[in-house]
């Protein structure tokens, strides 16, 4: 099966089954979703670390620096919490030897130290914090915009979080929505009004935007592990 050309059928034919699939098939569908986002959370974190000490150093101060994110009042408060966050991490004691390691020797902990402790929600949000400029090279390496990368962490954050809690993955949606992308058409995703039915805020956003963020080979490494997924289903249906 061709994973990439979906109908509404087979959404609701992977819902249905794990709907009704076992404790031990929705914790296997949670792993592994949970190894691509950590994946996308991985490059993420490394992107948004390399261009931040590119353009204002190694030096802790610096993203402890209120003067180094968008400053408009709406996001003042974000940022003054985003700060708060990160220097708890690199000022205190740690369950990182890599942090403490940095702090008692060099006195200083780069964000490219500090970043791998720091939650992908954070990093998220610090992404949307992040000056235009900064925005933009982080998003060179996607083929998003600004907008897009920051709603599509947006989602994926909350899915983030719901496997690693165990959450029913396959039936999970989001308040929040992935924006309307050129593969949404190319799909031929069926529209309510001007709002797409499927791949907006539930799983299949997901698959969407790992087809965004993870390399080639990733991604057809997860439609391989996925499409046997739909081959399992289709068998059970028929049995």
Same mark, same amino acid.
């Given at each position: !099966?061709?994973?990439?050309?979906? /109908?509404?059928?087979?959404?609701?034919?992977?819902?249905?089954?794990?709907?009704?699939?076992?404790?031990?098939?929705?914790?296997?569908?949670?792993? !592994?979703? @949970?190894?691509?986002?950590? !994946?996308?959370?991985?490059?993420?974190?490394?992107?948004?670390?390399?261009?931040?000490?590119?353009?204002?150093?190694?030096?802790?101060?610096? =993203?402890?620096?209120?003067?180094?994110?968008?400053?408009?009042?709406?996001?003042?408060?974000?940022?003054?919490?985003?700060?708060?966050?990160?220097?708890?991490?690199?000022?205190?004691?740690?369950? =990182? #030897?890599?942090?403490?390691?940095?702090?008692?020797?060099?006195?200083?902990?780069? @964000?490219?130290?500090?970043?791998?402790?720091?939650?992908?929600? &954070?990093?998220?949000? !610090?992404?949307?914090?992040?000056?235009?400029?900064?925005?933009?090279?982080?998003?060179?390496?996607? #083929?998003?915009?600004?907008?897009?990368?920051?709603?599509?962490?947006?989602?994926?954050?909350?899915?983030?979080?719901?496997?690693?809690?165990?959450?029913? @993955?396959?039936? =999970?949606?989001?308040?929040? /929505?992935?924006?309307?992308?050129?593969?949404?058409?190319?799909?031929?995703?069926?529209?309510?009004?001007?709002?797409?039915?499927?791949?907006?805020? /539930?799983?299949?956003?997901?698959?969407?935007?790992?087809?965004?963020?993870?390399?080639?080979?990733?991604?057809?490494?997860?439609?391989?592990?996925? &499409?046997?997924?739909?081959?399992?289903?289709?068998?059970?249906?028929?049995?």
């Amino acid at each position: !099966m061709k994973l990439i050309t979906v /109908d509404e059928s087979v959404v609701n034919a992977i819902v249905e089954y794990y709907a009704q699939g076992s404790e031990e098939a929705h914790a296997e569908g949670n792993r !592994m979703f @949970l190894r691509y986002l950590l !994946m996308i959370e991985r490059s993420i974190k490394a992107r948004v670390a390399y261009v931040f000490c590119d353009a204002h150093g190694d030096s802790q101060a610096e =993203y402890l620096n209120p003067r180094n994110y968008i400053s408009t009042p709406a996001k003042q408060a974000g940022v003054n919490r985003l700060i708060s966050t990160l220097s708890q991490l690199a000022t205190r004691p740690t369950d =990182y #030897p890599y942090i403490n390691h940095h702090q008692n020797v060099h006195h200083n902990v780069p @964000l490219w130290v500090l970043i791998n402790a720091v939650t992908f929600g &954070s990093v998220s949000k !610090m992404f949307g914090f992040l000056t235009q400029n900064l925005q933009s090279r982080i998003c060179r390496k996607y #083929p998003l915009n600004i907008r897009q990368m920051d709603q599509i962490l947006s989602v994926l954050t909350k899915y983030r979080n719901a496997c690693a809690h165990g959450e029913r @993955l396959f039936s =999970y949606t989001t308040r929040d /929505d992935i924006p309307d992308l050129p593969i949404h058409a190319k799909l031929g995703i069926t529209k309510r009004g001007n709002q797409y039915v499927y791949g907006k805020h /539930d799983l299949f956003a997901v698959v969407i935007a790992f087809r965004c963020l993870l390399p080639s080979d990733a991604f057809l490494a997860f439609k391989q592990e996925l &499409s046997k997924e739909i081959d399992r289903f289709s068998k059970n249906c028929s049995s």
